[in-house]
């Protein structure tokens, strides 16, 4: 079983900016993606950005060029910087690992950006 600790949510105005970090923990596992996704008041849930083993990312159109997503030497956190914060990127930020076939999930850390 794998846990998914997430943290860096908050409020910011609109053009500051975050980091969320989500810390990886559990018995042995294989980390093929790790990343987030968001969910808007009635809106589903999006990709945001994810990396992968051979820390190739990818972003959404929404985020690309503001964001960006990495991870530490021992791959088992993942981090989000997100500049120029808009009131559109106010969610839920939730934290996605895939193993194999498996997919975890975060509980999920609040993102408000005031206009």
């Known amino acids: 079983q794998v846990q998914l600790v997430e943290s860096g949510g908050g409020l910011v105005q609109t053009g500051g900016s975050l980091r969320l970090s989500c810390a990886a923990s559990?018995?042995?596992?294989?980390?093929?993606?790790m990343g987030w996704y968001r969910r808007a008041p009635g809106k589903q849930r999006e990709l945001v950005a994810y990396?992968?083993?051979?820390?190739?990312?990818n972003y959404a159109d929404s985020v690309k060029g503001r964001s960006t997503i990495s991870r530490d030497n021992a791959g088992n956190t993942v981090y989000l910087q997100m500049n120029s914060l808009k009131p559109e990127d106010t969610a839920v930020y939730y934290c996605h690992l895939r193993s194999w076939t498996t997919d975890y999930w975060g509980q999920g850390t609040q993102v408000t950006v005031s206009s």
């Open positions: 559990g018995s042995a596992f294989t980390i093929n993606t």
């Open positions: 990396i992968d083993s051979d820390d190739v990312t």
